[in-house]
């Protein structure tokens, strides 16, 4: 099959940063990616009204927090399904990050998006929240099958 060619994504235009692009793009339901900036910018400026300091930094901070470096991939092997663990790619682990701090924000109920998008983003920089619970599970998971390393 061969690898893929990844398009490239411009820089969002009120930070200039890539990596907020492609956030608003995992954010963004339906096409609407105008309502999709509304709310990330919309929570990035509460994220800065509460810390004080650049949001993208704090944004950036906690896009790391929550990216896994390990991760369990299921494997065949005579019969048996092992959870094999692996490390994951730096493109892979972003968007990992990404789809679990949106992924929490939603199910958080009785907020609106914005409000619950900035709260996470928080968590996440301070290494508490959802999304960096999620990761410390997948990487106990990974520590656990440690044994099936060499079917990797």
């Not at 990992?96 to 928080?122: F, H």
């Given at each position: 099959?061969?690898?893929?060619?990844?398009?490239?994504?411009?820089?969002?235009?009120?930070?200039?940063?890539?990596?907020?692009?492609?956030?608003?793009?995992?954010?963004?339901?339906?096409?609407?990616?105008?309502?999709?900036?509304?709310?990330?910018?919309?929570?990035?400026?509460?994220?800065?009204?509460?810390?004080?300091?650049?949001?993208?930094?704090?944004?950036?901070?906690?896009?790391?927090?929550?990216?896994?470096?390990?991760?369990?991939?299921?494997?065949?092997i005579g019969g048996a399904i092992y959870q094999v663990p692996i490390p994951v790619g730096k493109e892979r682990r972003m968007s990992l990050a990404m789809r679990w701090i949106i992924g929490s924000a939603k199910s958080k109920k009785g907020k609106a998006m914005e409000e619950k998008l900035a709260e996470e983003i928080l968590n996440a920089s301070d290494n508490?929240?959802?999304?960096?619970?999620?990761?410390?599970e997948i990487h106990k998971m990974a520590e656990a099958n440690r044994a099936f390393a060499h079917f990797a």
């Amino acid at each position: 099959m061969g690898k893929q060619i990844q398009k490239e994504i411009a820089p969002d235009p009120l930070y200039n940063d890539v990596v907020l692009s492609k956030f608003i793009n995992q954010v963004m339901r339906k096409g609407k990616k105008s309502t999709a900036r509304k709310i990330v910018y919309q929570s990035l400026e509460r994220v800065k009204d509460k810390k004080k300091s650049d949001p993208i930094e704090i944004f950036n901070n906690a896009i790391e927090n929550a990216s896994p470096s390990m991760e369990v991939r299921s494997k065949r092997i005579g019969g048996a399904i092992y959870q094999v663990p692996i490390p994951v790619g730096k493109e892979r682990r972003m968007s990992l990050a990404m789809r679990w701090i949106i992924g929490s924000a939603k199910s958080k109920k009785g907020k609106a998006m914005e409000e619950k998008l900035a709260e996470e983003i928080l968590n996440a920089s301070d290494n508490t929240g959802a999304a960096v619970k999620k990761k410390e599970e997948i990487h106990k998971m990974a520590e656990a099958n440690r044994a099936f390393a060499h079917f990797a």
